[in-house]
Antibody, heavy 121, light 107 residues
Framework: QVQLQESGPGLAKPSETLSLTCSVS?????????WAWIRQSPGRGLEWIGS???????FAPSSLKSRVSISMDTSKNQIFLRVTSATAADTAMYYC??????????????WGPGLLVTVSS | SYELSQPPSVSVSPGQTASISCSGE??????VSWYQQKPGQSPVVVIY???KRPSGLPERISGSNSGNTATLTISGTQAMDEADYYC??????????FGGGTKLTVL
């Protein structure tokens, strides 16, 4: 059974870089699938941050592309997220999820429990 | 950019049928997934590819998608169904897009 766990600092200062790690167990991330980062601001909806495949393909929304970096270490079975120039607007629960993707459809299953990251001075 | 719209809240009496809509331009041409999120928990997929249920989910949860609207239907609604529900689609320009979410209240 695949399980995901987010980790990283829960507090960052404005202008700093957020660095999060998603550790995957029960499934090799190099076996296939995309792996995604999704965030949810307090009391708000879900926002897709980006997705990565072990082949090197990376997708991210244009609104965040300039500040987001996603990578993976297949030897450690981990996926990484970096968000530069953090502001209070980046305060959110950050989730990693396995993404089923093919052609014109996708969905996310399962999700990690999430990591709350607060950006504040 | 592509957008999905959901009603902020839907109320239903126990045992009745709840319908949650998700609207977007030509949404019927895209595949829609639905996620259930209970307080303090991470989202869980309940419908993918418009109308497919993950194994283990009850048949009383179903999905449809046509025209500009996708609908999540929960029949015989129970207290355990009370949660936030999000629709999600894939768009060629925006890639992944989520609806704003609907809070389902079982009165």
């Amino acid at each position: 059974q695949v399980q995901l766990q987010e980790s990283g600092p829960g507090l960052a200062k404005p202008s700093e870089t957020l660095s999060l790690t998603c550790s995957v167990s029960g499934y090799s991330i190099s076996s296939g699938h995309y792996w995604a980062w999704i965030r949810q601001s307090p009391g708000r909806g879900l926002e897709w941050i980006g997705s990565i495949h072990h082949s090197g393909s990376i997708f991210a929304p244009s609104s965040l592309k300039s500040r987001v970096s996603i990578s993976m270490d297949t030897s450690k079975n981990q996926i990484f997220l970096r968000v530069t120039s953090a502001t209070a607007a980046d305060t959110a629960m950050y989730y990693c999820a396995r993404e089923e993707r093919s052609g014109s459809y996708n969905w996310f299953d399962p999700w990690g429990p999430g990591l709350l990251v607060t950006v504040s001075s | 950019s592509y957008e999905l719209s959901q009603p902020p809240s839907v109320s239903v009496s126990p045992g009745q049928t709840a319908s949650i809509s998700c609207s977007g331009e030509k949404l019927g041409d895209k595949y829609v997934s639905w996620y259930q999120q209970k307080p303090g928990q991470s989202p869980v997929v309940v419908i993918y590819q418009d109308n497919k249920r993950p194994s283990g989910l009850p048949e009383r949860i179903s999905g449809s998608n046509s025209g500009n609207t996708a609908t999540l239907t929960i029949s015989g609604t129970q207290a355990m169904d009370e949660a936030d529900y999000y629709c999600q689609a894939w768009d060629s320009s925006t890639a992944v897009v989520f609806g704003g979410g609907t809070k389902l209240t079982v009165l």
